[in-house]
């Protein structure tokens, strides 16, 4: 594993991000991999942001994971700012290599490096499998969540 170099994401990495964000059966539902420009605007609008990191995992030059880590600056927690990981995808010949716990670890440790007293993250309900992996990880399924689709 230690040819894995996770670094921020870059517009050349958008077509491999957006594949591993379709190769899911709730992802195959809701994203587009054949049209890049709605993702390609989004991209330059979390690159203008600085509480934004869209990060990526190559190895071997190959792209293998994503995520997206939001850190959120609040008056609750007595001022704390809080970390949101979103969008966490491996490449499916990679999973189970122990790519996602240590892109996991790379969240916390930049969620504390800005200062962050809380991460926090949703994982859709079907999800069991990542579920047990969050859990695994120290995440605790404390609260309820609400989405309401505009």
């Not at 989004?42 to 071997?60: S, T, W």
Request: charged fraction near 25%.
């Amino acid at each position: 594993m230690s040819d894995l170099q996770i670094r921020p994401a870059t517009s050349a990495d958008i077509a491999a991000i957006v594949a591993m964000l379709a190769d899911d059966t709730l992802g195959a539902q809701r994203e587009s991999p054949d049209d890049l420009t709605p993702y390609a605007a989004a991209f330059e609008r979390l690159a203008g942001d600085p509480n934004q990191h869209l990060v990526v995992a190559e190895r071997g030059g190959r792209v293998v994971g994503t995520l997206q880590l939001t850190v959120i600056p609040g008056l609750s927690l007595r001022g704390s700012s809080r970390a949101l990981i979103e969008a966490v995808r491996v490449h499916a010949d990679e999973r189970a290599s122990g790519l996602g716990t240590q892109f996991i670890e790379w969240a916390i440790d930049e969620s504390r490096r800005q200062g962050c007293q809380l991460v926090q993250l949703t994982s859709n309900a079907s999800r069991t499998d990542a579920h047990r992996f969050y859990e695994r990880l120290g995440f605790e399924a404390s609260h309820v969540g609400f989405k309401l689709q505009l």
